[in-house]
């Protein structure tokens, strides 16, 4: 048995599902996951095995057999599916058992629901249907940053114990780096909490832009690029239910113009694929993507390790919040301030795109 195999959630009921929003792409986690090793995973309060074939496919069961329950995340990967650490059955993606081993003849109950996956510029993503088995009606999100010669990523995941939306609301409020993120991408709280802020919504998607010219540049900024004393900072955040991008960075004052687009300068992509593990808990997939200087060609590893560094710092922040709201009777009066604005309306989406599919 592999060590991945001990189960870490209750085993879920059907009537929990509707927590969250059905019929939606979430991550499931990057490529590099999936190697000779079958990996169990909750989502969505269902539990979940993940594997590849020998033929590149990736392939997602729940994680049961249909014998005696051993999760399938406990057994092997083989060429054509994953095999039951118990007694030996071996499926295929489809959850078509293919092989009892001692007996020749298979039932047609043998087999295990299946989930549909896409596998995409690095990211694993899972399909969880409205009905059991239910096909996507819509293709995988892209994220091209990855595949962009112009960048070099990184990746990190978190399990995090706190629900899926604080963390949304936390991406969606960059104000709060003076105060958390002193030590990298942080600067001056006054400016931050000050900074201009735009929120506007295109269908589901809510976009958060924040601009700061004439910023003091973070550690993180200085260690990557030649910044001199001040720069022109944006921050960029789309959210979508099944992950936020964040694209943030600064020019030299009087270089470029800060609304272009096609500014230079340092560029950092995160990508942040925040997944409900269950009401309470929830995975936090995430890649940082950033641009190099020419006199800096080695920039990305220390981009990475202080992207690494700033999440922790959210993550002790976020569980700590969520261990006090459930202190004080879980459902708190909360007041709102103008840092909401983006984080109120992702809830608003999130709200009406549960009650769609409920
Ligand atoms: S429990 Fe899986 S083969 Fe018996
Ligand atoms: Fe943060």
């Known amino acids: 048995m592999t060590a991945e195999c001990i189960p870490i959630q209750p085993v879920a009921s059907e009537a929990r599902k509707a927590s969250f929003p059905l019929d939606q792409w979430y991550m499931a986690g990057f490529s590099t996951d999936l190697t000779d090793k079958p990996v169990g995973r ?8 993940m594997f590849r074939t020998a033929d590149g496919q ?8 249909c014998h005696r329950s051993l999760p399938l995340s406990c057994g092997t990967v083989e060429a054509q599916g994953v095999r039951c650490g118990y007694h030996g059955m071996l499926y295929a993606p489809t959850g ?12 047609a109950k043998a087999r295990v629901r299946a989930y549909h996956m896409a596998e995409k510029n690095h990211i694993l993503w899972i399909w969880m249907p409205r009905e059991a088995g239910g096909a996507p009606s819509r293709e995988a999100p892209a994220y091209p940053w990855h595949d962009d010669p112009r960048y070099t990523f990184g ?3 978190y399990h995090y114990k706190a629900p899926w939306q604080l963390i949304h609301d936390n991406l969606l409020d960059l104000s709060h780096l003076g105060y958390v993120h002193l030590q990298t991408i942080g600067g001056d709280a006054r400016l931050h909490m000050n900074a201009g802020m735009k929120v506007t919504q295109e269908g589901d998607t809510v976009k958060v832009v924040r601009q700061m010219p004439g910023s003091r540049p973070p550690p993180t900024y200085k260690a990557a690029w030649p910044f001199g004393e001040t720069c022109d900072r944006w921050q960029e955040i789309e959210f979508d239910l099944s992950h936020l991008r964040i694209w943030t960075g600064a020019i030299e004052p009087g270089t470029d113009s800060i609304d272009d687009p096609q500014r230079g300068g340092f560029h950092m992509r995160g990508l942040h694929g925040i997944t409900p593990e ?20 080695d920039n990305s590893a220390a981009v990475i390790q202080q992207t690494a560094f700033t999440f922790d710092e959210d993550r002790v922040v976020i569980e700590e919040q969520y261990r006090n709201m459930k202190a004080f009777g879980g459902k708190p009066e909360w007041i709102d301030i103008h840092v909401d604005a983006g984080g109120n309306r992702a809830r608003r ?3 009406r795109l549960m009650a769609e599919t409920a």
């Not at 808990?281 to 020419?294: A, E, G, K």
């Open 58 to 65: 990736v392939a997602a069961l729940e994680d049961r057999c």
């Open 155 to 157: 990746t990190g995941a």
């Open 96 to 107: 078509q058992c293919l092989e009892i081993p001692g007996q020749e003849r298979i039932p």
């Open 42 to 49: 909750t989502f969505l309060n269902q539990r979940v095995v």
């Open 278 to 297: 269950t009401e309470e808990t929830c995975h936090y997939f995430w890649s940082m993507s950033s641009t190099r200087h020419p006199d800096k060609p």
């Open 349 to 351: 989406v999130v709200q």
